[in-house]
């Protein structure tokens, strides 16, 4: 995460707007101390959670990944370009057993935020996130399962799914093997 330098931009937006971490927690729905760890780089929020406070800020979520104010019509992002975000970690401070990359970082003012999801591990944790916007899942290894609402789906190698954000969801891994998925995510 600090490759990007998440936590310091949220700062940088909560003091430009003269907020203290208990009123960005108390509009967030967040706890100060967990808005206190994600500004420090601690912590590696998820995507819903980086989603939430994009909109509370009304920035679009990747200006937390972006490297540079220029803006570009296109762009290139080579493999080896590519940085994980690690320890995703939940508000109650427990691994999510994935981590994710942003594929897209220089381009501003997407209206899609593109994501490869890695999920390494079968976590005994299933709570969902909800954000605003829709998502599109497409599965390039492994078999996983979906938590959507308070329906259950596999969603084995080549299978795809889209759907609307607000609906609780999350991601696991269904055997505990490690699963690769491309994400698409729009505010």
Same mark, same amino acid.
């Given at each position: ?86 320890? $995703? ?39 969902t996130y909800s954000h605003d ?45 490690? $699963?690769? $998925? ?6």
């Amino acid at each position: 995460m600090s490759d990007y330098n998440i936590g310091a931009k949220i700062k940088k937006l909560r003091l430009s707007k003269k907020l203290t971490l208990q009123a960005v927690a108390r509009e967030t729905g967040f706890s100060p101390a967990l808005i206190s760890q994600i500004e420090n780089n601690n912590v590696s929020p998820p995507i819903a959670t980086l989603s939430k406070i994009a909109k509370f800020f009304d920035v679009k979520i990747g200006l937390f990944f972006a490297e540079d104010e220029e803006e570009c019509r296109f762009e290139i992002v080579r493999a080896h370009e590519r940085k994980a975000i690690p320890r $995703v970690i939940s508000r109650a401070g427990t691994s999510q057993g994935y981590s994710y990359e942003s594929l897209s970082f220089h381009k501003q003012n997407k209206k899609m935020e593109p994501f490869l999801l890695t999920v390494t591990e079968k976590v005994s944790e299933e709570n969902t996130y909800s954000h605003d916007g829709e998502e599109f899942l497409f599965v390039m290894k492994g078999t996983a399962e979906l938590l959507l609402d308070d329906k259950r789906v596999v969603l084995y190698e080549g299978d795809c799914v889209y759907f609307d954000s607000t609906l609780r969801h999350r991601l696991l891994s269904k055997e505990g093997d490690e $699963v690769k $998925v491309l994400a698409v995510v729009t505010r």
